[in-house]
């Protein structure tokens, strides 16, 4: 395990293991608490396995009422707890502390109300986000948030992470669509948000909770908003000799006043990785692989294919095939959603990042990347959401070869750094978690993050539900919460009176 | 002694808060103050007005993002976006005419800060949802900034759209982000006019079920129906469903629309101008008569509304948007304090009343906003004393001791 620090364990919990175990069986009985090694182990990690832990205990609750008492059992013993839904998270989100219990939340996969008059779902968070729109897909509805990882990932999972997916570019993020929730407080105490109707009343808890990385609160329901299909979606597959046309055609169509369904972008390698792996027909002469999608009336899409169409003929597109069958539009995006695992065969080990960039930075900060790449002398497939200017560099390492894992870090920081120096962003929908913890200071001043602490410190002040995620520094509640004034200061004698 | 600050830029803001923090001199923060009027009146001596903290920063149409300080005239930027083909996809409505101000008066901040969206909302979503970055002062004091430029960020907690809906109450802000749309080439309304109650609910949502892409559904009863010139169907009540986009693209959806509301009663179209300019008396509610009474604003679920609706007292009317989920309710009593209201809502499934026009003796006794559950209630309380300790960012307008 290379550089990050986690909070040190506390060796009196570790001592006290077995009453905590007995305490939580008195909460949760049966097969509800795990302790033993073996068991615990498939908890140890989440999708970045490069760190792993084994928690305390695991406990799988299947009620409200147990995760409040656990939680308020936990708040009471200033015992850590770490929220778990599905385990995807790529940034260590769901990573265990050796002093904590894990609470995985996988059991609450129920469908409690299916709403579709008003457009709305009520689920429990441990149900998969494709579990959504197979629950609404016979009249027609889907949930649009669709990361890639949706046949397993949950829909608390992605309240945390704020996930986003291919369609994110016109449908909005998780943030977008969540009507209302209910979540259970480090204290015990159970709370709701908004509900059925549009706009929680008074301030925007959901805003804050979407994206809080499971250091908020404990999701227990979650109200979603769902969507009637588009009537139809077209897919066009355009190649082009360089990634800087490619980035160009994007602009244009972005400047053109055309929102596609999804507009993605593959470099070479990732091309060649994915074809190998599922023959989706991709020209294998081009140096960038556009996919385009156009959903809505058929009329509509029509006119806008041709639109697209002629926009990369303008730059000089190579290769242009348009869907014309569902079966042929399917197998364009297979290439593309398969492009992890693609690139997973031919590299032992990969590192995915995550940063965003405005649209029009993509041709710099491509050229950029293969310089990085040199310097640190490893390769990268990549692989992004570009109408959104999401990037998701595939850093190729062999853990095996001594060095390796702590070069492919580094590379990753620098792309990240270079991110945020062109005015973008450390993560796009992955999350910070501990992966991109440390460098939180690159895009945020001390005094950003305190503020953001003190967010935290409203819901959880004794730092108890997920710590050592997100934030490099942990401050103490008390110590955020003090003012250094200068009394007796008078404003700026220049300002404005009326 | 009172004291009415004009900060002209963000240094002198931050100077601005940080001696009412020290001193705790609470403030009451405006941008233009054509909102003023809405909410707890509030007991505050001094004044920090936003409206000299103006100018867009920076607009880039091609990345579709503008950023703008926030006592910018919100007229200003919309002019802006409009000459370059784009617009604000979350169509903010404009108080103004209710509260007895003029129409266009608000700042780019207060309109944020509060939240406002318009008709769109159903499709394109809140303000909220289109906020991505933000510079602001806290109650501390302290210049923070959060979010970024960029549509797809999850760096760090969401507190540029947590700004959005608090009023001015956690933080000044300097400069907010938003992104931006292209706008529509054309619109078309379907109307049916006649429908009752559930007739009219059903209709809105069956279309709004449908994959028509309805960027507007509102529900006008006969009664203020009648009160509006031009052509509303003769007076009868009129459920209208907006279709925008392309020319080829909206007719064909129209042709969705009535297949789907085949059952419900003869469909009619309003073309571009009509449409244009029902969607903007919707909007700012300017189908309602000037001397209205006290005006609720409610949120529920739109299958919801027509109990609501029903346990009203005699003599109020409602407008639908929303596709019935938002019900403005001009009450001619302005004195009542929203119990029998709340309480139909709460038995209807749930939602939020907030009272947006009423006498300052009525707004000063009762729950404006929407009273919370004790557990969320303390916990606004500890989210607005992590932003101001010392309560000095409009203290009490929107609850009690926040
Ligand atoms: C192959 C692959 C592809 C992916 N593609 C995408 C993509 O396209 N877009 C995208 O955005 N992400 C993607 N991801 C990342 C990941 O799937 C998402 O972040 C997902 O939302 C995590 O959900 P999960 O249920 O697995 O959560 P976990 O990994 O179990 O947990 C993630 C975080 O959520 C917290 N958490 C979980 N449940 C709860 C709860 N009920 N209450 C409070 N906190 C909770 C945890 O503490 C943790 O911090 C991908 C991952 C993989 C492995």
Known sequence: MSGIAMPKPSQELLRNKAQIVKDLQRIISGEGVICEEIELRPYETDALTAYRQIPLAVVLPETVEQVSQILKYCYANEVKVVPRGAGTSLSGGALPLADSVLMSMMKFNQILDIDLPNRAVVVQPGVTNLGITHAVQHEGFYYAPDPSSQIACSIGGNIAENSGGVHSLKYGLTTNNVLGLEMVLMSGEVIRLGGKHLDAEGYDFLALLAGSEGLLGVVTEVTVRVLQKPETARAALIGFPSSE????????????????????????LAIDAAEDFVH??????????????????????????????????QNNSTYLRVSETEDERNTFWAGRKAAFPAVGRISPDYLCMDGTIPRKALPQVLKRMQVLGEK?????????????????????????????????????????????????????EHGVGIEKRDLMPEMFSETDLKQQQRVKCAFDEKHLLNPGKVFPVLHRCAELGRMHVHKGQLPFPNIPRF | MAQSFRPRDTAELVEVVKWAAAEQQPLEVIGNGSKRALGRPMQVANTLA???????????????VLTARAGTPLAEIQALLQDNGQELAFEPMDYGPVLGEELGRATFGGTLSANVSGPRRIKAGAARDHV????????????FRAGGRVVK???????ARAFCASWGTLAVASTITVKVAPKATTEKTVCLFGLQGVEATGAMSAALGSSAEVSGAAHVPEKLAALQSGNWGGGRSATLLRLEGIEESIDYRVGILRRVLELAGTVEIMDAAASFSVWQSIRNLTVFPHNLGALWRVSVA?????????????GCLVMQDWGGGLLWIADPDDQRDGTSLRAAI?????????????????????DVFHPQEPGLSLLTKRLKSQFDPHGILNPGRMYKGV
């Open chain 1, 376 to 428: 640190h002398g490893l390769r990268c497939a990549n692989v992004f959401h570009a109408g959104d200017g999401n990037l998701h560099p595939l850093i190729l390492y062999d853990a095996n070869n001594p060095g390796e894992l702590e070069a492919a870090e580094a590379f990753g920081a620098d792309i990240l750094r270079l991110c945020v120096e062109v005015g973008g962003v450390l993560t796009g």
């Open chain 2, 153 to 159: 960020n999850v760096t760090g907690y969401d507190l």
């Open chain 2, 302 to 314: 739109p299958t919801a509304a027509d109990d609501v609706i029903a346990s009203l007292p005699e």
């Open chain 1, 280 to 313: 989706a027909g991709y020209p294998l002469d081009v140096e960038a692989l556009m996919i385009v999608e156009l959903d809505g009336p058929e009329a509509e899409v029509d006119r806008l294919l041709q639109e697209v169409s002629s926009l990369a003929t």
């Open chain 2, 346 to 366: 709460a038995s209807a499934g749930g939602g939020h009343a907030t009272l947006v026009k009423a006498p300052e003796n009525v707004r000063n006794t009762i």
């Open chain 1, 245 to 268: 046309q490619a980035g160009q055609c994007v602009a244009d169509i972005i400047g053109a006043g055309i929102i596609p369904g999804g507009m993605e972008l593959m470099d070479k």
């Open chain 2, 50 to 64: 936003l409206d000299h903290l103006t100018g867009v920063v920076d607009y880039e149409p091609a990345e579709l």
């Open chain 2, 132 to 143: 991505l970055g933000l510079e602001a002062v806290s109650g501390r004091g302290e210049l």
